[in-house]
């Protein structure tokens, strides 16, 4: 599976951006999506994770409630949507694909497929 993530800018705090993340190759469908982030200096770190159908979801603590990951399969695309951006949100954003959506899900050494990082840079 190949990965393409995008959508990401500069945004003031409070402000929305939309990332994408297209996917080509095996049936995308067959994998759970998921979003990570890494900011300067730090360690990349879990955003949320959907399921193969998109009926199930699960966020990190950081970003419940303002950001939503959703999919669409007839267009192999998984998205994340951010809502009340802040200023530490700011992190190149990576999307992945893994095989199962429950178990281990929030290291990134179980995620089997990388996208290249997309900028997210929110401004106080």
């Known amino acids: 599976v190949q990965l393409q993530a995008s959508g990401g800018g500069l945004v003031q705090a409070g402000g929305s951006l939309r990332l994408s993340c297209a996917a080509s190759?095996?049936?995308?469908?067959?994998?759970?999506g998921g979003w990570f982030r890494q900011a300067p200096g730090k360690e990349r770190e879990f955003v949320a994770i959907i399921n193969q159908i998109g009926g199930s979801t699960y966020y990190a603590d950081p970003v419940k409630g303002r950001f939503t990951i959703s999919r669409d399969n007839a267009k192999n695309t998984v998205y994340l949507q951010m809502n009340s951006l802040k200023p530490e949100d700011t992190a190149v954003y990576y999307c992945?694909?893994?095989?199962?959506?429950?178990?281990?899900?929030?290291?990134?050494?179980?995620?089997?497929?990388w996208g290249q990082g997309t900028q997210v840079t929110v401004s106080s």
């Open positions: 190759g095996r049936t995308f469908s067959s994998y759970a």
């Open positions: 992945a694909a893994r095989q199962f959506f429950s178990t281990s899900r929030v290291a990134p050494d179980n995620y089997n497929y």
